[in-house]
Structure formats: C-alpha cells, structure tokens
C-alpha cells in the first residue's frame, strides 16, 4: 500500500523550515527518504529503521513514530539547494521486501 | 567509484514497436531494481533481482515487459509491443544487499511512445 505524504508541494524563501509527513495505514517496519532534483535520479537521504529514531542529514533530519505509523522529514533554514522532490518509501511487508515510494512533496525554495 | 550506468538516455519510439534498455549496478551490488516513474509520481517497482535471481515482479505487465541479469550483473528491461501509457522514465538501482538497503539509482531512460 502506498505511503501518503503530504503536502503535495510547498513553496519556501531561503532560510524558512519546512515539514514535509509521510504515512501508513499499514505497519512501517522502515522508512527511506530520497530527494529527486529535476530531471536527475533521486539520491538517498536517509534510513530510519527503528520507533522513535531520529537522524540528520546536513540541515534535514527526520522522526519515525512507529505507534502513528507516520514519519517526518524536517528541512531547517532551507537552501536554494533543497529545491526538488521528496519521496518516502516504505517496505510493503516486513522483511527485507522491496519499497513502496510515495507520490512526493515538491519543495521549491526561492531567494 | 563509478555509479549506475543506463543507456540509452532517451528513446522516442511508436506504439507496438519494441525497445530495450540496459543497465550496469555498482560493481558488487547484489541486488538490481528496475522502476517504471510516471511524471508526477513515485518511482514504481517493476522488477527486483538479487544476483541473476527474481526476488519480485509482481508488479511486472509480464504480457509485454521482461527483464533479465544475466551472470548477476548488468540487467536488461524489453518493452514488447510498446503502448502509449509505457511513456515514462525507467530507472534502474542497486544496493549491495535487499531492503532495508541504501538503493542507488541510475539517471533513467526517458521513453516516449507515439
């Protein structure tokens, strides 16, 4: 089942913080964050395997709150660089099974 | 290191005809996967090896798509016949063992199908 993220896109000056939520009505055993400038491949972010996990990436870390079956990615004083879109992607069982990939959040930062 | 290679880059091909594309993981990554992503959308599972076996393809339209990895290496994906809504991107990746594993992906194939 696929994960829903949300908001379908968003739009934020340089500097500004942004939160883009990623959730399940299913069980998250994981969740993976790629981020996928135009026209390029998406490029991994990051891993949270476990409840309660928290990890960073440059300015950008994420949550994952097993119990809610929802994850979080945090973007803070965002860059020009950060303009792209955000995919969560969650394995449809547990195990090692393969992901199921949102349909992402367009993040636009302007100066 | 050197990254996912795909070729081509692009293709514009008619509708019914056949098309291949072709992908090299990173040099020791057991498992391949190949995505077929809409514009606008997630990247969609098509196909999953690990080594030169199928770990997935449910998700496969086995009527018209195969894939093979011959030697447990590089992959090929074939389109036969090709429909308008096959237009899409198709990215192939690779991660040295199964989910849950960083997947690295290749820059895609833009298909378009007239």
């Known amino acids: 089942q696929q994960p829903v993220q949300s908001p379908q896109a968003v739009i934020l000056r340089e500097g500004e913080d942004a939160v883009i939520n990623c959730s399940s009505s299913?069980?998250?055993?994981?969740v993976h964050w790629y981020r996928q400038k135009h026209g390029e491949a998406p490029v991994f972010l990051m891993i949270?395997?476990?409840?309660?996990e928290q990890k960073g990436h440059e300015k950008i870390s994420a949550s994952f709150n097993e119990k809610k079956q929802q994850s979080s990615l945090y973007l803070t004083a965002s860059q020009l660089s950060y303009s792209g879109t955000y995919f969560c992607?969650?394995?449809?069982?547990?195990?090692?099974?393969?992901?199921?990939f949102g349909k992402g959040t367009r993040l636009s930062v302007i100066a | 290191e050197a990254g996912v290679a795909q070729s081509p880059r692009y293709k514009i091909i008619e509708k019914r005809q056949s098309v291949a594309f072709w992908c090299n993981p990173i040099?020791?990554?057991?498992?391949l996967y190949w995505y077929q992503q809409i514009l606008g959308q997630g990247p969609k599972l098509l196909i999953q090896f690990q080594n030169n076996g199928v770990v997935d393809d449910s998700q496969l339209p086995k009527d018209r798509f195969s894939a093979e990895r011959l030697k447990g290496v590089d992959s090929t994906l074939k389109i036969q016949p090709a429909k308008l809504e096959d237009s899409a991107v198709y990215l192939c990746a690779s991660s040295p063992g199964l989910s849950p594993d960083t997947q690295y992906f290749g820059p895609g194939t833009r298909l378009t199908v007239l």
């Open positions: 040099s020791g990554h057991a498992t």
């Open positions: 299913k069980a998250l055993y994981s």
């Open positions: 949270l395997l476990k409840g309660g």
């Open positions: 992607g969650t394995p449809h069982n547990s195990g090692n099974t393969p992901l199921v």
